[in-house]
């Protein structure tokens, strides 16, 4: 048990250090993956493990471009010509590794445009064995650009840009809340084996907004936010209504005063004995006036 989530850690820190993933996947092919930038070694060993110094070797991409060649000590970083330009001075194989017979080679500095299917040939040998090594380079999209193209009173027009992602990550517009908004425009393009994404989409609301580019691939996701403020009729007649309201009132409190006035003159001229006691307390109570919100429009 213990030795067995030893196991599984070793194999993670391996996989966490060296960025690199070997996946045989029943096909015979190995998966080899590496972030952009970084070294890459494909694998290639005889099954015989026999001594390979003096033998011959091809490492082809795509099935055409040269990519190593190496014939008894004869090889492509030694005056061999043939090698493609795309791989000139970023290749090397292991010279002490090949009396075990492994031909492996390691890429130095890989691009986006490295990816593809490589294989390593001894065309001589009997029988003849053929390895097959996918290379994947991953370029981890970058932070997306985000900025508010245009707006109005009522709406903003947002713009997100991904410049350059391999594999193609999914991008998309939320809101705070984690919603998707639909998107008005999206241009991609492709250049350099990396994708260029534009994502336009237009909001009705104040919020904080997201560009959110997922490559689900190489489990990795990536946002930029922007904040939009964008003036909400709050403007309710609550103040201007609770100033009718008071003058109303209060012309309806003085009628009221007026006739008691009258009355008590009208009483104390033909009563005269009993005096008035008591008055009345009147109690106005003024709501207090929302203040008005006033129309803002704020570009980030
Ligand atoms: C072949 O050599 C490379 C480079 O030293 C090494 O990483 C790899 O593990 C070797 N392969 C085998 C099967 O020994």
Not at 41 to 63: R, V
Not at 119 to 126: I, S
Not at 246 to 264: C, D, E, M, R, T
Request: positive net charge; contains cysteine; charged residues 20%.
């Amino acid at each position: 048990m213990s030795t067995a989530w030893e196991f599984l850690f070793f194999c993670f820190c391996l996989l966490t250090v060296f960025g690199i993933t070997l996946t045989p996947n029943g096909s015979g092919v190995v998966r080899v993956v590496v972030k952009e930038g970084s070294d890459a070694i494909l694998p290639c060993s005889l099954n015989t493990k026999e001594n390979a110094e003096s033998k011959l070797f091809d490492w082809k991409k795509d099935g055409g471009k040269e990519v190593f060649f190496y014939d008894a000590g004869l090889h492509s970083n030694n005056g061999r010509p043939g090698q493609d330009q795309q791989f000139k001075g970023r290749v090397s194989h292991f010279q002490d590794e090949l009396k075990f017979g492994n031909a492996s080679i390691k890429i130095r500095n890989t691009k986006v445009t490295d990816s593809g299917d490589y294989t390593c040939d001894f065309p001589r040998l009997q029988p003849r064995q053929i390895f097959h090594i996918q290379l994947v380079v991953v370029g981890a999209s970058p932070e997306p650009s985000v900025k508010t193209l245009n707006q109005t009173q009522d709406v903003a027009l947002l713009q997100c840009e991904i410049l350059g992602a391999f594999p193609k990550p999914t991008v998309e517009w939320q809101d705070s809340a984690g919603n998707k908004l639909p998107a008005e425009e999206t241009q991609v393009s492709e250049r350099g084996g990396s994708f260029y994404i534009i994502l336009q989409t237009t909001v009705k609301k104040t919020d904080n907004y997201s560009c959110v580019a997922t490559q689900e691939e190489i489990k990795h996701q990536i946002y930029a936010e922007t904040y939009v403020f964008i003036s909400e009729k709050l403007f309710v007649d609550t103040c201007s209504r609770g100033v009718v309201a008071g003058l109303f009132g209060g012309i309806f409190l003085g009628a009221v005063i007026f006739a008691a006035v009258q009355a008590f003159l009208v009483a104390t001229k033909f009563i005269t004995v009993r005096r008035n006691k008591g008055s009345r307390e009147k109690r106005l109570s003024l709501r207090s006036c929302r203040a008005a919100v006033k129309k803002h429009s704020l570009i980030d």
